[in-house]
């Protein structure tokens, strides 16, 4: 079946740190891939995509990933995390279904 | 701006009720789309649009009901028949393999 898996629910990490949020997805071919933001009680925002061409796509708010399609990841980084990066963040496959599957999601939770 | 407006931002329903949920966008966006979010998971597709008039259902349609006569507008109507309807509903617009631009969601909740 078709799905996508956001491996960490919740994570904790320091201001100034660097991030990593998972994503791997099982498709057939490679979806286009997307990345939100959802701040609590708000609707999402979109951090980057990936449609094609070069594997490692920036996105706003310093936020970056990379698409390696040997892993089926599409795993999300920032190398210094602000306190205002704490949200829940979601990964995103477009499979061509005209319409987005998300993943569960993973909280991130920014100590001073 | 253009931007997707959704109303009521907070929303109850009484037993035996329908109540319809607004979406509307000024994005010129071809698709819409709506999205139910429950605490601790992720979005789960209830119903999309790709044009005026045409409507699919998606993974958890069972209990509601759209329509699609204006390019702008998609309201959603949760029915009586939806048993578990406490939740965060998102609105979303976009195109074809493009990005979808949310709205910032209705909260319903049961009397």
């Known amino acids: 079946a078709q799905s996508v898996t956001q491996p960490d629910i919740h994570i904790t990490v320091s201001e100034g740190a660097s991030l990593e949020l998972r994503c791997n997805y099982s498709y057939g071919a490679t979806p286009y891939l997307f990345w939100y933001v959802q701040s609590p009680g708000q609707g999402l925002q979109l951090l980057l995509k990936y449609f094609s061409g070069d594997t490692l796509v920036q996105g706003i708010k310093g936020f970056e990933a990379e698409f390696k399609r040997s892993q089926s990841s599409f795993n999300l980084r920032k190398p210094s995390v602000h306190w205002s990066d704490a949200a829940e963040y979601f990964c995103a496959p477009d499979t061509g279904r005209r319409a987005l599957t998300f993943g569960s999601g993973t909280r991130l939770q920014v100590q001073p | 701006d253009g931007g997707i407006t959704q109303s009521p931002k907070y929303l109850f329903r009484k037993e035996g009720q329908n109540v319809t949920l607004s979406c509307e966008q000024n994005?010129?966006?071809?698709?819409m789309y709506w999205y139910r979010q429950d605490p601790g998971q992720g979005l789960r597709l209830i119903y999309y649009s790709q044009i005026v008039n045409d409507f699919q259902k998606g993974d958890i349609a069972e209990g509601y009901s759209v329509s699609r006569e204006k390019k702008e507008s998609f309201p959603l109507t949760v029915t009586s028949a939806q048993k578990n309807p406490t939740a965060f509903y998102l609105c979303?617009?976009?195109?074809?393999?493009?990005?979808?631009?949310f709205g910032d969601g209705t909260r319903l909740s049961i009397l």
């Open positions: 979303a617009s976009g195109g074809m393999y493009q990005p979808q631009h």
């Open positions: 994005l010129n966006h071809d698709a």
